[in-house]
């Protein structure tokens, strides 16, 4: 790098806006990064958030610890390790399970943190499989932000800022961030935005419901993130209608039975059964599919790894016309080489047999029915994805039965390693949202709903025990399901909303209060974001064609209505399109695609900078907490 004439360099700026686990993962891919990139280079990175930096909003500590992360703990990790194909340096590290196990022996000792004391209980209890409760995640997500500032090289300067980003504008030389309250802007170099999930103005048809609901003084809650939501409009044994059965639902029962003093025994029989505390609302269940998202699985993988991606591949998924068919037949195959090289008692020829068949076969119908005599170890994902299949039931009380003994099956199947082609096929969609992110980065238009809803549904389901406390208020009443493709309306002359399915011929179920049970769609349009609102009024910012911000593949420039990208402006994550990167926490030894983008952007951010000239503008003292 030259010198500067003076033999000082002035130091560079960025500003990373959003500290959830997202920016966090950037800020140490950031900084991981600097030795080769910047060098001694003096660096002053800006993290602004009002949340605490690591957890951010969706993690915080500040809320009830009857809330849980959605992933087990050996599931959790925000360091790169020995498979993650970057380009910069790996800096291993913990998951939250190996964590908690550290802590807990340091709590032990007396040489624990005060700081953790209220997680002594929780921390001794939390093994490899355990669910933790969202603050003693935002516990471990904030030792992983100091851990991180503690790394960086002695030329790096971070300084947290509790604060709201309401602008970026450009200056004479660099850009300008306005925090509210505070004057003068900082002055930085480079923006990085990685605001996670952001609230949204109600949707035109979230805006009809509203005014249904003002006319006629019932209760309407559109979409929004459900640990925030006021739920005191919902009364105790009131009928709830609650659109969508996905984890937004999960925490909504939650905060509704537990929250409101309801309690969860077994009985003699080891059943689990909740006796009600009266405060709770009966909630009617509905969605397209009419079921509740798949349990997570209750077993740690053993042995061989499929091998992945095989079928659904970068060069094969750019010459097709439509990719499903490719990323079922991954699906499949991952399924069948779990099932034939782990459970081979149960099919019916070699593997190497039955797979090169499979490879070649375009309807490989047949050759399964041979292969694999059991049809519950055959890969059928029309059976998986609905699994109502258009039954028809004579009344309720039929449809519910049909409902529990479905949720029961799930759970024991869920939580049996002998189906354990499962989890493969679990790992086979981790594998093709790699490769969907790969095509995006190189300007591929891919269906990402449609795979996110089936990824979501099938992979990211509730923890086993949630599963088995919805079915114990399912069986007690507090909760009923509706059947699939359920319709709601607002009838105006009944005052109230009428919710029916063609699962159930006939029936309908009429109420005074309807719950959106979903977080709102990212939408640069609606967004509540007064930063995103501001670039998007004077043309800085731009969207694709779902309504989301857009950042230019490859390199995650902001991109302006004019379709020109900002030099030092950077946006990934949530709400971004092609947003894979910033995605908080994965997997240990999984190749995380958040991992590779956020990388990949950091080093693109270093890289702008080095190329600042070495010039004598002083950069303006800041000031706020220094980590």
């Not at 009923?480 to 029936?507: H, Y």
Request: hydrophobic share 40%.
């Amino acid at each position: 790098m030259p010198d500067h004439p003076s033999g000082r360099l002035r130091p560079v700026a960025v500003c990373i806006v959003g500290a959830g686990p997202g920016g966090a993962s950037v800020l140490e891919r950031l900084l991981a990064g600097v030795p080769d990139l910047l060098g001694d280079r003096p660096l002053h990175v800006h993290v602004v958030d009002p949340y605490p930096p690591g957890a951010g909003r969706v993690w915080r500590r500040a809320q009830s610890a009857l809330l849980w992360a959605n992933s087990a703990a050996a599931d959790i990790t925000l360091f790169t390790d020995e498979v993650s194909t970057i380009e910069g340096p790996i800096h291993p590290g913990p998951s939250l399970a190996e964590w908690a196990a550290a802590r807990t022996a340091e709590l032990r000792e007396g040489r624990g943190s005060a700081e953790l004391a209220p997680f002594t209980d929780e921390l001794s209890r939390c093994g490899p499989t355990s669910f933790p409760s969202r603050p003693l995640l935002s516990a471990y997500l904030a030792w992983f932000f100091r851990t991180t500032v503690d790394r960086a090289p002695a030329n790096v300067r971070v300084i947290v800022h509790q604060s709201t980003v309401v602008d970026v504008t450009d200056g004479p030389r660099r850009q300008l961030v306005h925090l509210a309250g505070r004057r003068p802007p900082l002055q930085v170099d480079a923006v990085i935005l990685t605001q996670g999930h952001l609230d949204a103005e109600p949707t035109p048809d979230e805006r009809e419901q509203i005014g249904f609901a003002r006319r006629h003084g019932l209760a309407y809650i559109p979409t929004g993130y459900t640990a925030d939501v006021d739920l005191d409009a919902l009364r105790p044994g009131e009928p709830v209608l609650v659109r969508g059965i996905g984890l937004a639902f999960v925490d909504l029962m939650v905060r509704l039975t537990h929250g409101r003093g309801g309690t969860f025994a077994r009985d003699a029989d080891g059943v689990l059964r909740y006796t009600a505390s009266g405060r709770e609302p009966v909630l009617f269940a509905a969605s397209r599919r009419g079921v509740p998202y798949r349990s997570k699985t209750g077993y740690a993988w053993v042995g061989e790894r499929p091998p992945l991606p095989r079928f659904f591949t970068l060069e094969a998924a750019r010459d097709a016309a439509d990719v499903w068919p490719l990323i079922t037949k991954e699906l499949a195959g991952a399924h069948y080489h779990r099932l034939f090289t782990a459970h081979g008692e149960r099919t019916t020829m070699e593997w190497a047999e039955f797979d090169a068949a499979f490879a070649v076969a375009a309807d490989p119908d047949e050759l399964v029915a041979r292969a694999v005599p059991d049809p519950a170890d055959r890969f059928d994902v029309t059976r998986l994805d609905r699994p109502v299949q258009g039954r028809r039931f004579a009344d309720a009380g039929a449809l519910q039965e049909w409902m529990h003994a479905h949720i029961e099956a799930d759970l024991a199947r869920r939580h049996d390693p002998a189906y354990s082609q499962d989890l493969a096929t679990i790992h086979a969609l981790l594998s093709v949202f790699g490769v969907v992110l790969r095509l995006q980065e190189a300007g591929h238009e891919v269906d990402l709903p449609r795979l996110l809803g089936f990824f979501s549904y099938l992979a990211s389901g509730p923890p086993g025990p949630r599963l088995e406390e919805l079915l114990a208020l399912a069986r007690a009443g507090v909760v009923r399901f509706l059947g699939e493709d359920v319709e709601i309306v607002a009838d105006d002359e009944a005052g109230g909303w009428r919710a029916s399915s063609p699962t159930l011929p006939g029936a309908e179920v009429g109420t005074r209060a309807l719950v959106e049970a979903r977080l709102p769609a990212p939408s640069l349009k609606r967004t509540r974001d007064a930063l995103l609102r501001r670039l998007a009024a004077r043309g800085d910012a731009s969207t694709d064609a779902a309504g989301r911000l857009f950042a230019r593949p490859g390199d995650r420039r902001l991109v302006n209505a004019r379709g020109d990208a900002h030099p030092g402006r950077f946006a990934v994550g949530h709400g971004v399109a092609g947003g894979a990167g910033s995605a908080g926490f994965s997997r240990p030894r999984f190749d995380a695609p958040a991992f590779r983008v956020n990388d990949a952007l950091a080093r693109g951010v270093l890289n702008h900078l080095r190329d600042i000239g070495p010039t004598s503008d002083r950069l303006e003292l800041v000031t706020g907490a220094t980590q």
